[in-house]
C-alpha cells in the first residue's frame, strides 16, 4: 500500500477539483466532485506505479499564509 499527499485547488473557470502529488510527474488529474478526483488520482497513480515505485523529486510540507501590506 502506498499513500501519497495530493494539492487539491479548484478552477474558478471550469470548477473542476485539480490535484496533483507534488514531486511525482505525472500524477494529475481533475473532478467535478472531490470524490471524483479522488478516484482519479488513484487510478491514474496506480497507472503510474506500474512502471515502478518512483523516486520522489519533492516532498509536500506544508501551506504558509503570507500577508503584504
Request: proline share 4%; charged share 15%.
Amino acid at each position: 500500500m502506498h499513500a501519497y499527499t495530493a494539492v487539491i485547488e479548484r478552477c474558478a473557470d471550469t470548477r473542476l477539483y485539480v490535484g496533483y502529488v507534488p514531486g511525482f510527474p505525472g500524477a494529475h488529474s481533475q473532478g467535478a466532485t472531490l470524490d471524483e478526483l479522488h478516484a482519479n488520482l488513484q487510478e491514474v497513480i496506480a497507472m503510474l506505479l506500474d512502471d515502478g515505485e518512483p523516486k520522489l523529486q519533492t516532498e509536500f510540507v506544508g501551506t504558509q499564509t503570507v500577508v503584504v501590506g
